[in-house]
């Protein structure tokens, strides 16, 4: 049986229909079962390279057909992220607001929107709807291996709703609580990281940055935020956060950081924590569960699960590793596939993500190189992971690309950057140079699973923590020797690594562990700060050439960069994508007259937009994917060399900030 789960917009990568904002619907994805196990499943974002995308997937549920070979009509059950009332009632409110909306029944509309993004009919009978947090419960439920479990998920909000405390037996699930918006603790960490100039979606930065402060200091007035009532309830006082004003003024975004926002940071986490201690001990003891089950955005505070994890409430903590709403399409899935299959067999507990596109063979990665050889040198190399341990041994930090692409918001060794986790340098440089990022963000070590609790604290019999969920301790012993991975507070987000699981991701750990007798290597995602991790061979080239990491590996091949100049770029084909907009204001300027000022930016981001030289603005309107910057330079009539080159320049910037896509 083959059931195709999605989530996300209702808007295709080129529209602006509905004003439709990223707070409302994010992280689109689509996920293809079959009898049960999943297939394919990628988030839109790795495609079309909007992060937090809330567009439609139509790239992701066309890579899902492709890569298993079907069609829409193949497919036994489509389900949705969502109720049928929810989301009629949502489509009732915008056909007030929108002279673009033409139906206000959910499958018409769903019908018109895979009309016109995947040019395929679907079936009415086929298309069912999921709650929100039934998609999340059954998503960590399903794949936890866990017989009988209590499942939680705790998010922002969906399908107004912010939580649900579940039973889960087999995967049969039994709501015993439903936490409202009003209570929503996504709302309430977002509500206060406000004044630490952060917004939707960097809750994670907040959470590394936690560390560096102290809760002690701000605590009797963050108890004020809160009231923990009996029977695991509790009351959020989001009328008394403006308080947080009498501290002192908020952060801009781009400000330094006091120690005063470093204590905001500490306190609201220790306040998460508190309040989530509170529901989870309370369902623990009515329950009688020896078993966790978390999703939802919340469960990606790996500081929490750690904590959770090593209190030694549960014999088991599973964490669904895409746990953020992009985890509805796969828990869409399984819920469709489950309610029409009851007595289906539950897989095995969940050991991997790597769901995603494929890198190829090695003649096909050759292929794709082979277009960039102006900008970068390469060699088929005889002993992969020992010639990339001995780079990584000598100081060099290495994009390394591997195999498919992983599901979720963590590099797990198959898209990810990766360095040697002893020199604390290598935190402050990976930051500053290659993320382009806060220079306190910590880094992840990946570690051989044979080898974690003679580096980190876990508990006992436990050695399985691949997915990079838990905040657990370093060693004291091992916090020096592991300067890049090593926390503030002596902790770290772990990776165990199976040579089971991914035997080349292993082999280079270990191959790393034999010339330094570290098992251990840093961890991170490959992209820089603007853009999503990179998902194709092309996406991994662009970040290598834009940023400063020493050497790319693509499956069997060692990239270098080449010595240019501004002139190697003229062979280039330049065009902009489809999510960017050219826009030109006249405004006062210093000398109180009018004038014109250029902008490129995202359609979808107002913070993204940044200026350009009117030069730049009239040859951007000329581009397209056709077209190399020579052509264009001709064809603007540009003939000073001293003006090519300002050019050439100015794109080379909208490049690396992935406004414009430029290829050979």
């Excluded at 960039?372 to 020992?386: C, K, P, R, S, T």
Aim: glycine share 6%; aromatic share 10%; net charge negative.
């Amino acid at each position: 049986m083959l059931v195709l789960g999605f989530c996300g917009g209702p808007e295709l990568i080129y529209e602006n229909l509905y004003g439709f904002p990223t707070s409302a619907s994010h992280d689109s994805a689509a996920v293809l079962i079959e009898d049960g196990e999943v297939v394919f499943a990628i988030e839109e974002e790795r495609l079309n390279r909007i992060k937090h995308t809330n567009k439609f997937p139509t790239q992701s549920l066309h890579l899902c057909l492709k890569n298993h070979g079907v069609k829409l009509q193949d497919i036994d059950l489509i389900a949705f992220y969502c109720s049928k009332d929810y989301l009629e009632q949502w489509l009732k409110g915008l056909f007030l607001e929108s002279t673009q909306v033409k139906t206000i029944d959910s499958i018409t509309f769903f019908q018109d929107l895979f009309r016109k993004g995947l040019n395929s009919e679907i079936d009415p009978n086929r298309l069912c709807f999921v709650p929100h947090h039934h998609t999340h419960a059954m998503s960590t439920l399903a794949l936890s291996g866990c017989e009988s479990s209590l499942v939680i998920t705790f998010d922002g909000e969906g399908d107004s709703s912010a939580g649900t405390v579940c039973e889960g037996e087999g995967t049969m699930l039994r709501q015993i609580a439903e936490i409202p918006t009003s209570k929503s603790l996504g709302h309430f960490y977002n509500h206060i990281i406000a004044f630490l100039g952060y917004s939707n979606f960097d809750e994670y930065k907040v959470m590394g940055l936690a560390p560096y402060g102290n809760p002690e200091r701000y605590r009797s007035l963050f108890q004020t935020l809160y009231t923990l009532l009996p029977n695991g309830d509790y009351e959020i006082h989001h009328d008394k956060i403006i308080s947080l004003f009498d501290l002192g003024m908020p952060r801009r975004r781009g400000e330094p950081f006091t120690q005063m926002h470093k204590d905001i940071a500490a306190s609201v986490q220790e306040a998460l924590e508190n309040i989530a201690f509170h529901i989870i001990r309370f369902y623990k003891q009515e329950t009688k569960h020896k078993n966790l089950c978390m999703a939802g955005g919340v469960a990606h505070n790996c500081t929490l699960n750690g904590k959770i994890l090593r209190s030694g409430m549960f014999e088991n903590v599973f964490v669904q590793p895409a746990a953020h709403d992009a985890g509805c399409a796969l828990g869409a899935a399984l819920y469709a596939y489950y309610k029409a299959k009851p007595t289906a067999k539950k897989p095995f507990k969940l050991e991997h993500v790597y769901w995603g596109t494929d890198i190829g063979g090695a003649f096909l990665v050759l292929s794709q190189l082979r277009r960039w050889q102006d900008f970068i040198a390469f060699e088929q190399l005889i002993d992969v992971a020992g010639q990339t341990a001995e780079l990584l041994a000598s100081g060099y930090v290495v994009g390394w690309i591997q195999g498919r692409s992983e599901f979720g918001p963590r590099a797990l060794g198959n898209r990810s950057i990766i360095a040697d986790p002893r020199p604390e340098e290598n935190k402050k440089r990976i930051n500053k140079m290659i993320k382009k990022r806060e220079g306190y963000r910590p880094f992840a070590p990946s570690v051989l699973e044979e080898e974690v609790d003679e580096f980190f604290e876990v508990p006992p019999n436990q050695k399985h923590f691949p997915f990079m969920n838990f905040v657990v301790n370093v060693r004291e012993e091992k916090r020096n020797l592991l300067g890049a991975v090593t926390h503030v507070d002596g902790s770290a987000r772990i990776q165990t690594v199976s040579r089971k699981v991914n035997e080349r991701y292993w082999d280079l750990i270990h191959s790393f562990q034999k010339l330094t007798g570290v098992p251990v290597l840093l961890n991170t995602s490959f992209n820089n700060n603007v853009e999503p991790i990179i998902d194709s061979v092309e996406d991994a080239v662009v970040c290598f050439l834009t940023t400063g990491l020493d050497y790319l590996v693509v499956g069997e091949y060692l990239i270098n960069k080449k010595e240019v100049s501004w002139r190697n770029y003229l062979s280039l084909r330049l065009s902009l994508p489809l999510y960017i907009s050219l826009h030109q204001v006249k405004k006062v300027s210093s000398d109180d007259k009018f004038s014109n000022f250029s902008y490129i930016g995202n359609s979808y981001n107002a913070e993204s937009q940044v200026g350009v030289s009117a030069e730049v603005f009239r040859f951007l309107t000329l581009a397209n994917s056709e077209k190399t910057i020579a052509n264009i330079l001709e064809e603007d009539g540009v003939t000073e060399q001293g003006i090519a080159q300002r050019i050439v320049q100015e794109l080379i910037e909208l490049w690396s900030r992935r406004l414009i896509v430029l290829q050979p």
